[in-house]
């Protein structure tokens, strides 16, 4: 998530188990140095079309059955995936499939804003799966892509099996840091900036940022250099929170397949509430609903302990291999 009004953006200021533990002996595969880019393009109602730019590390596993590829959905609105691309990293043996949301990084960014929207956003990602070839999958979504994520499997569990013609099967899910209700959120927020701010009368704008970015946001000394690059080159259209301000996630209809086995997570110190993540289990219409909590972290576990990280997703996904 970024938050145009309070500083989401910072100023520049099993088997799979056992070959995981073998495979991650060696640095070298530590280090995704083969990658595929492209473009595809995806349609909007009006008729025009536009360009999506993907990233797929490790394409040569793309169709692995020991180690099915993850599908990796970054947030925002419109912050571009390159801040999620340290999951490659420390996930060493998968395929990942990066891609720019409409409207920032290297994909296109209309600047008409009926072009947006969080449904154009699962279509578009039904488009990148099919003219890539992906059938089997995993999927994660960091913050606002953690809601495309939901809206996805929701979209998918309440399609009949002949809209489903292509029989893509996401095997499982994780939602990191994914807030479920976002006028919920923008109240939080508030919340916890007093709560930082309490006695402080003469603290600046600046310093509040910075507080608010060191305690919920990214846990380190110094903003690590790929965030603060891909929130310095956020989208300027469909942006932050105020594009989604309605959103509240809804379950699907009762006579909707079942979703995928789903993994809900947040660091200690999220902004993202714990009730927030609690709160997607009314929506998850499947008995395999679990949740952690990363002790220590805030918003971007990911980029604060890689390590512990990348061993609950790959774990998590290799169950469902």
Known sequence: MIHQGYGFIIPSSS?????????????????????????????????????????????????????APIVALHGGPSVPSNYLYPLADIVPYRSIIFYDQLGCGKSDQPKDITQYSTNDSVNDLKIL??????????????????????????????????????DVKCLSAILSGAPSNVPQIEKDFVKLVEDLTNGKDDISEEEVNELFRVTHQCRLEEMPKILAEAYENAGTVWRGTE???????????????????????RGEYDFV???????????????????KTLEGCSHHAMLEKGEMYGEIVDSYFGEYD
């Open 129 to 166: 799966l099919k003219k890539l070839g992906v059938r089997r999958f995993h999927l994660y979504g960091q913050s606002y892509g953690g809601i495309l994520a939901y809206e996805y499997m929701k979209s998918i569990a309440t399609e009949s099996k002949e809209d489903n013609k292509d």
């Open 273 to 291: 509430s714990d009730e927030q993540i609690q709160a997607w289990k009314e929506n998850l219409n499947t008995k395999f609903v679990r949740y």
């Open 243 to 265: 594009a989604i301000a309605d959103y509240i996630a809804k379950p699907p209809p009762e006579d909707a397949s079942r979703m995928p086995s789903t993994l809900v997570m």
């Open 15 to 67: 088997s799979s188990s056992t070959n995981y533990n073998n495979l991650r002996q060696s640095k070298s595969l530590l280090k995704a140095t083969t990658a595929n880019e492209g473009t595809i393009e995806v349609p909007r109602s009006d008729g025009s079309t536009y360009k999506l730019a993907y990233r797929i590390v490790r394409p040569m596993n793309l169709s692995s059955m020991q180690a």
